[in-house]
């Protein structure tokens, strides 16, 4: 597409759809007529793409398109929203909540108290370090946290 320019500002789309490239050819309309993605990720080598405005996560498998849904789902805008950890794809809802995913179905783990609920601004991001989840959050005042996720330690250790 050398030497075509842009004509102007693009009408954000009723529909939006997944195109990819193969290696040799563009793939277009993999997975069309969807509300426009919020992030995607790996999981278990396989393409995961969460839709907030309709519940949904997808998983892309060489055999197409899987749908798992939860009322109330949502997953943040930010980049690192979603992140394979062990067997389990975490999700950081933007709001108060995280989700977790095992291949068959999608839970909320967690509801974070304090969290900005009203901005997209509570549980934003998620990173693994030293073997442990991590995760970023902000509270209504604006104010910048990090929580961690230990699985080995006692209950009320296991979210600080």
């Known amino acids: 597409m050398l030497g075509r ?18 290696g040799s050819r ?17 999981y278990q080598d396989k393409l ?6 309709a519940n949904e996560l997808r998983i892309r498998s060489t055999s197409g398109w899987t749908t798992f849904t939860l009322a109330g789902f949502i997953c943040s805008a930010y ?7 062990g067997t389990y794809l975490y999700i950081a809802s933007g709001t108060n909540l995280i989700h977790r995913f095992d291949g068959a179905a999608i839970t909320l783990v967690r509801t974070v108290a304090g969290c900005d609920t009203a901005n997209g601004w509570g549980v934003t ?14 509270t209504a005042a604006a ?12 209950a009320a250790n296991e979210w600080v």
Do not use: C
């Open 5 to 22: 320019t842009h004509s102007g500002p693009v009408a954000v789309p009723a529909a939006s759809k997944v195109v990819y490239w193969d």
């Open 26 to 42: 563009i793939v277009d309309n993999d997975l069309a007529g969807i509300s426009a993605p919020t992030a995607f990720s790996i």
């Open 79 to 85: 980049g690192n929203s979603m992140l394979e950890v």
């Open 125 to 138: 991001s998620l990173a693994l370090y030293q073997g442990l989840l991590h995760f970023g959050w902000n």
């Open 48 to 53: 995961a793409l969460a839709i907030s405005a």
């Open 143 to 154: 104010l910048t946290r990090v929580g961690r996720h230990d699985p080995e330690s006692t």
